[in-house]
């Protein structure tokens, strides 16, 4: 089992940041890979970025790319997502999420991942 815990959402301004910190606990996660998505009003869950078990590899939603960042630290069993230049649309739940089952490398359906975390508020105001 494997329980994620998501942390450092709340609100920020238009054209700030912010980073979301996913901790996770029962199993280490470091040969896993890992994604953030997420859930505005309104609309389906998406996929937001991903990064392999290594670090070596990430991939990003073109709606993200090039102002977030998500990076992992195998010995803290922790994932991140640097948000930069935020916009209005970021605002969303945000779930972190483990495949521990699937072996693809960077997965960007939602069914590829059986660990979830509870989900974090990010509310972007201008």
């Known amino acids: 089992q494997v329980q994620l815990v998501e942390s450092g959402g709340g609100s920020g301004q238009a054209g700030g940041s912010l980073r979301l910190s996913c901790a996770a606990s029962?199993?280490?996660?470091?040969?896993?890979?890992m994604a953030w998505f997420r859930h505005a009003p309104g609309k389906e869950r998406e996929f937001a970025a991903v990064?392999?078990?290594?670090?070596?590899?990430?991939y990003y939603a073109d709606s993200v790319k090039g102002r977030f960042t998500i990076s992992r630290d195998n010995a803290k069993n922790t994932v991140y997502l640097q948000m930069n230049s935020l916009k209005l649309e970021d605002t969303a739940v945000y779930y972190c999420?483990?495949?521990?089952?699937?072996?693809?490398?960077?997965?960007?359906?939602?069914?590829?991942?059986?660990?979830w975390g509870q989900g974090i508020q990010v509310t972007v105001s201008s």
């Open positions: 999420a483990a495949d521990t089952r699937s072996y693809v490398p960077v997965g960007t359906s939602s069914a590829t991942y059986d660990y």
């Open positions: 029962g199993r280490t996660v470091r040969s896993y890979a």
């Open positions: 990064i392999d078990w290594s670090g070596g590899s990430t």
